[in-house]
């Protein structure tokens, strides 16, 4: 069972970005604070749930929550400073829409940019230990979906509508043939090696 809380006497926020690995569109991160002893049987890391139950789950985080916020960075400036960057920028937009301040941040992962004077804890595999960052994972992985589900009716071909921008076959397929679209990374590769030098040759 995941942990209610890292500290027993800190207002905690746990952050979590989703999209990090994504070819195309945002990197979205989300801040969660929950109240102290919460529980909930159901909630848990977003990689574990399927969409039906992440959809639920969103519903009750932000009826339970004390306070929570969702931000995102756009593919454009994730080519400008980079990935790591990006992903620092978004949970620090998410934790300024806090309308509640946090005394300690939980962050999912082994980095992190500190935030204004707030303590953090950075917790490897944080979103399946801690409630508030499978929280805040759930909160960032269903609102990325519905904008790249929104794409994949205006981009057909990339299979965005499942794959949500990772670098599924098909994704890379619908690279190959239609070329890229607006919301593509630039930065990233987007194709592996032998296939672009395939191209190139044919």
């Known amino acids: ?48 749930l399927d969409r039906s139950a992440r959809e639920q789950l969103r519903e009750d985080i932000k009826r339970d929550a004390i306070a929570w916020a969702v931000a995102e960075v756009d593919h454009e400036e994730i080519d400008k400073i980079n990935i790591l960057n990006a992903s620092f920028k978004a949970m620090h937009l998410a934790l300024d829409q806090l309308q509640t301040r946090p005394e300690l941040l939980l962050i999912d992962g082994n980095r992190f940019k500190p935030y204004s004077d707030i303590r953090h804890e950075c917790i490897i595999k944080g979103d399946g230990r801690f409630l508030s960052i499978a929280a805040a994972s759930i909160l960032a992985k269903t609102h990325r979906d519905d904008i790249m589900m929104n794409l994949a009716v205006q981009f057909p071909g990339y299979s965005w509508e499942t794959n949500v921008g990772y670098p599924t076959i098909a994704h890379r397929d619908g690279i190959r043939l239609i070329g890229v679209t607006p919301f593509h990374r630039k930065t990233f590769t987007l194709l592996p090696a032998q296939l672009e030098l395939f191209d190139e040759d044919n």
Do not use: T
């Open 1 to 48: 069972m995941l942990k209610s809380s890292f500290s027993k006497e800190f207002i905690e926020a746990g952050c979590d970005e989703a999209g990090r690995g994504c070819l195309a569109g945002p990197v979205v991160a989300a801040a969660v604070i929950l109240p102290k002893k919460y529980r909930h049987k159901k909630l848990n890391d977003s990689k574990q």
